[in-house]
């Protein structure tokens, strides 16, 4: 099983920047050939696709709410997924989500939960005005 876990959340004023990272940890050995995704959640609201990659990083997307602002990229060496937000504003606030979908060597950015197979815990991120 592979797991994944958040880390970099926290509590910022408009503005700032935050780095949030999700590494995985268990059986790794298929996260260099994963899709990744970041993906957000308020409550009373499904859960909405922040930025995604392909397997091999040829191919990024991002919403339209964080495009310019953020930057999603990944390092196999440490398995760990990075997402840079710069610029944060406080509709950004929100429980912070990595997904995976394994052996998904493919061009395709996927950007919906159900493509992914395996989320972390979250991660929380409040932007203060």
């Known amino acids: 099983q592979v797991q994944l876990v958040e880390s970099g959340g926290g509590l910022v004023q408009a503005g700032a920047s935050l780095r949030l990272a999700c590494t995985a940890s268990g059986r790794t050995a298929t996260f260099s050939s994963s899709a990744m995704g970041w993906f957000r959640q308020v409550p009373g609201k499904e859960r909405e696709f922040v930025a995604g990659l392909n397997w091999n990083s040829a191919r990024t997307l991002y919403a339209d709410s964080v495009k310019g602002r953020f930057t999603i990229s990944r390092d196999n060496a440490k398995n760990t997924v990075y997402l840079q937000m710069n610029s944060l504003k406080p509709e950004d606030t929100a429980i912070y989500y990595c997904?995976?979908?394994?052996?998904?060597?493919?061009?395709?950015?996927?950007?919906?939960?159900?493509?992914?197979?395996?989320w972390g815990q979250g991660t929380q991120v409040t932007v203060s005005s």
């Open positions: 997904a995976a979908k394994r052996l998904a060597i493919t061009m395709i950015v996927f950007t919906t939960p159900p493509d992914y197979e395996i």
